[in-house]
């Protein structure tokens, strides 16, 4: 039985998951190397506490029992006590493999280790531990306290019996899970990102501007924001990757990243982490000005 959850990672994923599990009656670590990443992390946790909070859609004792169920640690010390464990660390391939190692050695037997991988092989990651068969994708949906969503996805060698776990622990949280197998970029981003590839090959090839693009989608095809916008919520560095192991994954150059998105990466323009991606960010506004760089002369 999951009592207790380490989740691996504080940044913007990692304390989604830390906050819904804990305030959901679960043991939480959160664990970072980084001490002001944790700090951080428990800041935004707090503010979306208050959040639901002003909605009415918790308590104040909701909101203290979830921030006492969190404890935060720079060390995988708190692995010994898990049944489950949630990598959320940055989307590299060779880090995940490197965080999965260490947690199998230190991982009591029968924990489960899941990755929130948003593209990368389970498969591949199940491979570096001596437990192949628990070892699952577990991939939210960002922001975590928000969205229903859960991907689970089995690696070749998942147990049956370890999917049934996740999908009913998923339940538990409150999340709607889809269970999928292990090809590149599973469903949601394998449907997901060519459509922004092909959103940015649409404004590199000048057949319209940012806010023509993002409108079309948003009132013809009722998504509630524009693919350009999503890329930017997204991370245009993490679209990118994603982008990278579809191509390399299927062979396919329908997947490769347009040359647009290789740019705006290599500059560092990736989107509201960085202030600037196809829109213009200031802190603290929802307004949306597009980037300089594509405003219509």
Do not use: W
């Not at 649409?202 to 319209?208: D, I, K, P, T």
């Not at 509630?224 to 191509?247: K, N, R, Y």
């Not at 998105?261 to 290599?266: A, E, G, P």
């Amino acid at each position: 039985m999951i009592k207790t959850v380490s989740v691996i990672g504080a940044g913007t994923m990692g304390n989604g998951i830390a906050h819904v599990f804990a305030q959901n009656g679960y043991k939480v670590n959160l664990i970072d190397l980084s001490r002001p990443q944790l700090d951080k992390a428990i800041a935004t946790i707090v503010k979306n506490l208050d959040r639901q909070l002003a909605k009415g859609s918790i308590s104040e004792e909701i909101k203290a029992q979830t921030l006492a169920s969190i404890s935060t640690m720079e060390s995988f010390a708190g692995l010994k006590e898990s049944q489950l464990v949630v990598e959320a660390a940055t989307e590299n391939t060779e880090l995940k493999l490197s965080i999965f190692k260490q947690i199998d050695d230190l991982a009591p037997e029968g924990c489960i280790l899941a990755s929130n991988t948003s593209s990368i092989s389970i498969t591949r990651i199940a491979a570096v531990t001596k437990r192949p068969d628990q070892v699952i994708g577990m991939h939210f949906m960002n922001p975590v306290p928000v969205m229903k969503l859960v991907e689970v996805i089995n690696g070749y060698a998942t147990r049956k019996e370890v999917t049934a776990t996740i999908v009913e622990l998923s339940s538990k949280l409150g999340k709607i899970p889809c269970v999928v197998n292990d090809y590149p970029g599973f469903i949601a981003n394998r449907i997901l990102m060519p459509m922004i590839n092909e959103a940015v090959y649409s404004l590199y090839e000048g057949v319209a501007g940012v806010e023509e693009i993002d409108t079309i989608m948003k009132l013809g095809m009722a998504h509630p924001m524009g693919p350009l916008q999503l890329a930017d919520f997204i991370g245009l560095d993490v679209c990118h990757s994603i982008l990278e192991v579809l191509h390399k994954g299927f062979g396919n150059p329908k997947y490769a990243p347009c040359p647009l998105l290789v740019n705006m990466v290599t500059a560092r323009k990736l989107g509201i982490k960085t202030g600037e991606g196809f829109y213009q960010y200031t802190p603290g506004s929802k307004e949306l000005i597009v980037s300089s760089r594509f405003k219509q002369s």
